[in-house]
């Protein structure tokens, strides 16, 4: 009786908590599940939805939704994965000299009208894209590693590339576009209407009504190739624009949006406090910042090569051509102190150029110590005295090695302004380097004129960051070959030359199989010797951030996926 | 007009007298006016009170031993402290009005911001005001083809938003480092730039006036006398059009001081690690929640500023009003 | 009338071409240029440079480019036998590179036969741009003009009637705390005060932080469903205008109430209310005339401001984006269009003036 009486009593508990979150927790149908409204900051400008045409942000997050994923990502470790159900491309197929991809796509897959999307979508994106006729920038891009592009069946996709590369395989992925509406024109798919009003689509949202300067409206497209259970649970996904980063913030606490994929790292401390907020933050994030010091005579730029492949004669910086004098700048840095004042200590610092949690990380390097008294050794033993001994004034040249005697240890430094976490930095750097005999002439310029003064070496060093992903290769080819210095245009603007790393980047890019592993190891050495080198000071990644309203369920789990089926995501009513 | 040179002379100097005497005694109403009003006089103490506070400000440098560009990021968003007033409890008295978010002290990066702000106003209102006074005395005297160009310019440029104009020419000379750099550095850019956009209103309140007073016997008599027309226009006329146009030097300097915070609004201004309350403002704004102070100073001292110069506008505007009674 | 109307058209026709020079002379020579910011990132390649800087015909000449904008290229470079290879060229050279092989013939018929150009950043074309734009930008402007004459008119002429008192006092002060708070700071703190601090029943914000009508809404709602989102932008766009308006009622009323007509009226016996709106604001409001026009211009220029702070999807924003990327086409055509709706304020000023003050004719 007295079990009974238990049994009863338990089972009316446990009633009692089932029924209230089986209730809570009831999926609404598919389509009615409310708006997913996320804020951005990103100015009113926006290009087209047009993937041949898009070429800022806020127009490929919204090509991203509307589209199909062409390959799938597994979250958890971050690398591309076959037979998926939310991508396009199923499997794909590496010829031995690692030149020819072959990638396989589903057939199941339609455009909104009902046809099937098959490889003669991608086949016309790249005729398209290498036609020159599209005024996109794509396809000022592809067209430098890709050959050729054909399709001997309607799952089948070859691309030829140009050279073998351990990061051709997202790159030959391409992309798609529903060739049956499109015209045979090239050159008429720069005025179609499409470009505004995509109407034949197949990502997870179907184009609704573009708002100019205010927002996206997308709504569910319940025929999905890409859908877990084939359903889209929410009503739709809005893209709402508030051109002032502080009034984004306060909007998305008042409720005007539910989710925000970035919060500037001042705010995250408020953001993490509000009520009914929930957030997720993950390494790494989406840009790392550095010291860039240039390595050659500024008052007289010049190429890496020549036309005919031969190294040119740079010259050497006067303060930076040295080596000690970097190591000096990299040792009188307290980075700590730049991380808390700059990004309000949500970032991490880096030992090299390699952003802390991908996969190129070498994690047994250590970090640079933060050592002014070895910094001021460095100096003294490079030819920079104190001369009147005052530490208020900069040390001058006595027996440098590139700078006549009498030259003072001053130089310019660059930033981009209304960037508040590098003119912290800037702010911070010029006051540490004092402290050790340097002076600083800090400055910030306008964005596009910092790229004018980078592109054209005459700077003696700059703050600023790259993007990085969570996708992102570690090939830092781009970056530091001594190829990409080129002046006008090449990344390598500090003019960093070392040919042993040239060799091991080049080794590493193009290793036969691309074996992660093998390549990680080449990546380390690199790494070391680069810190050894610095052609920049690391400073450090700012560590990803978002942040959803409670109300949005599941939300995602993954840093680097701000969207993770999303078709799954629905907005609690309460 | 048939006179002697001889009486014409006589007449001129008697006619200079006049002038003096009206213009004295019109400043002298006008002064005992001011005199009286204690809004604008209270305003014009509370403007040289910052203005030499700010001048002050490395005097409160070394007294306080802070710094208003080093950093220290242990100290950031330090709060309000004057312990003689109870405010701030336990905090640390050399920071009077706390710290920024790299810990440098607020209140001598307040009064050297106050000196970039203050001449950007200054000195771009002075600009403006010469280039406003030369062009509108030669537009009046001469006429012609030189008043209707110089018209055109004045409707050109009036008919484009000053902020557009502000922007274009912003962009233009500010990115440019080298144009940023040297004789144009920092403050100084913006000072040509605010200057060359703001003497239209001016130009045509001179012309209006040199046109009214060229037709004045002295001058007619100065002309037949042989005067050179340079001569008539700086030693006759300008002193004349002076009293008018120095009315709206206060209100023009307010107005600058503002339209420079509205550039630093949008990444046009003075640029960073130079402070102005304009940049000020706009950076704390974004730390809004981490100290509320770093907005409320600069914004208000902006405020009190840009308020006290418009006050003294009115002021002296109603004290030289010759209509209004007393 | 007539006559000075077309008069004054056609003299503006210089003016606005002076315009357009000033302004993509001062442009071309920003550092920079917009072709390396569009294309900023670790893998941009020379070659990418040089192919988007060719698309957007910046590798010309800037008197070229110039003359590209205002009257196009198709004649500059053309295709005669329609084979689509350019087989004729006037100024351009036919093989701008020395690749051996002709470049695309031009396309654009220039900004004087209706063509404005791309977008470099949006390559969307200009004209539809700022079409989007402008109902925003109009409904804002407007309802501020409204508010600014509404409020500050009579705030101006019972502070004339009331010369010295209180009223007269408080509202001189207030006009200028209005003209001397930056517009920027006002809108934060009014958004944080009507959306953040203040809730309405719901728990939400008591007015709506930025936008121009609900997120969720479908089209665009009219106008009187969406006043709330007006409320506060009009507001701080209107402080600027109020100041204004009732600074220059007072002065110009006050002119006014020493004329002999007032005397002579107030002798005759009407009563002072007759007196005062009858003869005196009527009067009063002919100086007003002359002030449209200019508070036009400083409309437009602090709307984009306003725009900023409020999210309000207006020309504004577009244009102080341009400025900042170096989008050509765009600032030529949001320059343009201020300065006709300038051109076109002034002139409504002179011919209101005329209607209301019968001594003034034109000739």
Known sequence: ?574 | ?326 | MIRYIARRLLQSIPTLLGITILSYLLMSFAPGGPVRALLFGPNTRPEQLARVAAVLGLNDPIPIQYLRWLLGDDWMRWDSDGDGIADGSFILPLDADGDGIPEPPGMSKGFLRGDWGKSFIQRRPVDLIIAERIPATLELGVASLLVSIVVGLPIGIYAAVKRGRIFDNTTRVLAVIFNAVPVFWLGLVLIIIFGVLLKDANGGPFLPMGGRRPPTSVGLPPIWERLNYLILPTFVLATGGIAGFSRFMRASMLDVINQDYMRTARAKGLDNRTVWFRHGARNALIPIATFLGPSITGLLGGAAITEKVFSWPGLGQVGIDAVLQLDYPIIMAVVVISAIATILGYLLSDILYALIDPRIRFD
């Open chain 2, 1 to 326: 007009m048939t006179t002697s040179p001889s009486a014409t002379a006589q007449s001129i100097a008697q006619l200079n007298t006049e002038e003096t005497i009206v213009s004295k005694s019109l400043t002298q109403r006008a002064l005992s006016r001011l005199s009286r009003d204690k809004l604008t006089l209270t305003a014009l103490a509370v403007l040289i009170f910052l203005t030499v506070m700010a001048f002050l400000a490395p005097v409160f440098e070394s007294a306080l031993e802070v710094s208003y560009t080093k950093t220290n990021i242990r100290e950031k968003f330090a709060p309000i402290c004057i312990p003689a007033l109870n405010v701030g409890g336990d905090c640390n008295p050399k920071h009077i009005l706390g710290t920024d978010d790299l810990g440098r002290d607020v209140f001598v990066r307040l009064l050297y911001a106050g000196q970039v702000s203050l001449s950007i106003g200054f000195f771009a209102a002075i600009l403006s005001l010469a280039i406003g006074i030369t062009l509108g005395v030669v537009t009046g005297f001469y006429g012609g083809v030189i008043d209707d160009f110089i018209n055109w310019v004045i409707t050109t440029l009036n008919s484009v938003p000053t902020l557009f104009l502000l922007l274009i020419i912003s962009a233009v000379i500010l990115r440019n480092p080298d144009l940023a750099r040297g004789i144009f550095g920092g403050p100084f850019a913006l000072i040509i730039i605010l200057g060359l956009l703001g003497w239209t209103g001016t130009t045509r309140l001179v012309r209006g006036e040199t046109l009214s007073i060229r037709e004045r016997e002295y001058i007619l008599s100065a002309r037949a006398l042989g005067a050179s027309p340079t001569r008539i226009m700086f030693v006759h006329i300008v002193p004349n059009v002076f009293s008018i146009v120095i009315i709206v030097l206060a209100s023009d300097i307010g107005g600058l001081i503002l339209a420079e915070a509205a550039l630093s609004f949008l990444g046009i201004g003075v640029k960073v690690p130079t402070p102005s309350w304009g940049n000020m403002l706009t950076d704390a704004q974004t730390y809004f929640t981490m100290g509320l102070h770093l907005v409320i100073l600069p914004g208000l001292l902006i405020f009190i500023t840009v308020l006290c110069l418009f006050i003294i506008g009115d002021g002296l505007r109603d004290a030289f009003d010759p209509t209004s009674t007393d």
């Open chain 1, 1 to 574: 009786m007295k079990n009974l009486l238990k049994v009863v009593l338990l089972s009316a508990l446990l009633a009692l908590l089932i029924v209230p979150m089986a209730a809570q927790e009831n999926v609404p149908a598919p389509g009615e599940g409310g708006f997913i409204i996320e804020g951005y900051f990103g100015g009113s400008s926006v290009s087209s939805l047009n993937p041949l045409i898009a070429n800022d942000s806020a127009s490929n997050t919204i090509i991203g939704f509307i589209f199909p994923g062409m390959l799938s990502i597994d979250p958890a470790t971050k690398l591309p994965q076959k037979g998926q159900d939310d991508a396009l491309i199923i499997d794909w197929e590496i010829s031995e000299d690692g030149l020819t991809y072959t990638y396989t796509m589903r057939t199941d897959w339609t455009w909104t009208d009902g046809t099937p999307i098959t490889s003669a979508d991608v086949q016309y994106y790249w005729d398209a894209l290498s036609s020159g006729l599209v005024q996109g920038f794509a396809g000022t891009y592809y067209p430098i590693f890709i050959e050729s592009v054909t399709t001997p069946s309607p799952d089948k996709f070859v691309v030829k590339f140009k050279e073998a590369s351990c990061t051709a395989l997202p790159i030959g992925t391409l992309g798609v576009v529903p060739s049956h509406v499109f015209p045979k024109d090239f050159a008429e798919i720069n005025d179609m209407d499409y470009n505004q009003a995509p109407d034949v689509t197949g990502g997870v949202f179907n184009f609704s009504e573009f708002r100019p300067g205010e927002q996206f409206t997308l709504l569910a497209n319940q025929n999905y190739g890409g859908a877990i259970n084939g359903q889209v649970i929410p009503t739709g996904y809005i893209y709402l624009n508030v051109p002032d980063q502080n009034i984004l913030i306060e909007r998305f606490l008042a409720g005007d949006s539910n989710i925000i994929s970035f919060v500037p790292p001042n705010r995250r401390d408020d953001v993490k406090a509000a009520a009914g907020i929930k957030t997720l933050e993950f390494s790494p994030g989406n840009v790392w910042d550095y010291l860039a010091l240039n390595y050659a005579d500024p008052t007289n730029p010049q190429s890496g090569y020549d036309e005919n492949g031969n190294r040119i004669d740079q010259g050497h910086h006067p303060l930076f051509g040295d080596n000690r004098v970097r190591r000096a700048v990299a040792l009188a840095l307290n980075i700590d102190d730049i991380v808390d004042g700059a990004v309000f200590g949500y970032g991490q610092r880096m030992n090299a150029y390699q952003v802390p949690g991908t996969w190129g990380y070498p994690e047994d390097l250590p970090l640079i110590p933060y050592d002014p008294a070895a910094a001021i050794a460095l100096l003294e033993e490079a030819g920079w005295v104190d001369h009147d001994n005052n530490p208020a004034t900069p040390r001058i040249a006595q027996g440098a090695k590139y700078a006549p005697d009498g030259t003072p240890l001053s130089f310019t430094l660059y930033t981009n302004q209304g960037n508040s976490r590098r003119e912290a930095i800037g702010a911070i750097v010029q006051d540490q380097l004092q402290e050790i005999g340097f002076e600083v002439n800090f400055q910030t310029v306008d964005f596009t004129t910092i790229l004018d003064i980078i592109d054209g070496q005459t700077f003696d060093a700059f703050i600023l960051g790259w993007g990085a992903g969570v996708l992102s290769d570690p090939d830092p080819t781009q970056l530091f070959s001594s190829q990409s210095d080129i002046l006008g245009a090449g990344s390598n603007s500090v003019s960093y030359y070392n040919p042993v790393v040239d060799e091991l980047m080049a080794k590493a890019l193009n290793l036969p199989g691309c074996d992660p592993v093998e390549r990680k190891a080449i990546y380390d050495e690199i790494s070391a010797l680069m810190q050894a080198d610095l052609p920049y000071v690391p400073l450090y990644a700012i560590t990803g951030f978002y942040a959803a309203s409670e109300k949005v369920v599941p939300w995602t789990e993954f840093g680097g996926f701000p969207y993770d089926k999303i078709e799954t995501w629905y907005v609690r009513q309460n």
